[in-house]
């Protein structure tokens, strides 16, 4: 360790010690945060500083609303879908403005997560998870008792989907709109579900990677042990993030037909006569 490192002490009362906790990384993040407002501001101006306060907004609802909520014993299915929309109604409008674009964003972005809330629900159960397997769900089942483990997991799904679905339903309602000027309903609708499916697909792409990448530790250590591929997919750790995988292109699949058709209906005057 460096010299002159921060650190964070944990402090054992019953034996009046001082245990050494973990680094004190919070000066690294502010450096961080700063980099990262400045780079968005830098090439989306004012937008770029709607984006970091919506995220930041978001956080602070996960953290004082989401968080005590589960804590304290709530369905955990319930509160992680309230929070689902909440953000995808709040991020949009904050970032987008209020205007026909975002208010058709939302609506097909709510349709899409209750729609993904149906799936998770229905297809969760299926697997047998028990939700215990991270030594943080254990923890905090232990420190706040009977938690629904597996509900969290459904929960974590839908909140996580939130974020891939606001950036395809905003691109396919802009690209209708832009399509409309010159095209009938029909060719519109053709046109832009030709788009759609080309990001839900390269969507579902960055899905897969960004939560099979989160367990390259499970997979390295499954190959020192030459544990068959098979065996290696039904593992719970790999499971879950299939299933998350799975959750979050099921609200892609429906919120680019979804919004489309809106967007064309709502759009349909910005033909040219």
Known sequence: MPEKTAIILGYEKATDTYLYYDRDRRVNLVWLALVFIIMLVFFARIRGLLAVASLTLS??????????????????VTISLITAATIAVGTTL???????????????????????????????????????????????????????????????????????????????????RELSIHGDR????????????????????????????????LLLLFAATETGAGLVLSSEEIVVEILRMFIGTAGLVLSVPLATILASFAYAKNRAE
């Open 59 to 76: 956080v602070l609802f996960m953290y004082y609303y989401t968080a005590p909520a589960l804590a304290s014993g709530s369905n955990p």
């Open 94 to 176: 904050m970032s987008h403005g209020y205007n026909l674009t975002s208010s058709l964003a939302v609506l097909s972005m709510v349709a899409a997560i209750l729609v993904s809330w149906i799936v998770a629900v229905a297809v969760f159960p299926v697997f047998g998870l028990t939700g215990g397997m991270e030594e943080s769900a254990q923890y905090a089942s232990y420190l706040f008792g009977g938690l629904d483990l597996v509900g969290i997991l459904i929960g974590g799904a839908l909140i996580g989907a939130v974020g891939a679905l606001d950036d395809v339903v905003l691109t396919q309602i802009t690209t209708v």
């Open 186 to 217: 029909a060719s519109t609708i053709k046109a832009a579900m030709r788009v759609g499916r080309t990001h839900v697909v390269s969507s579902t792409n960055t899905l897969a990677m960004a939560y099979l990448s989160a367990s390259m530790p």
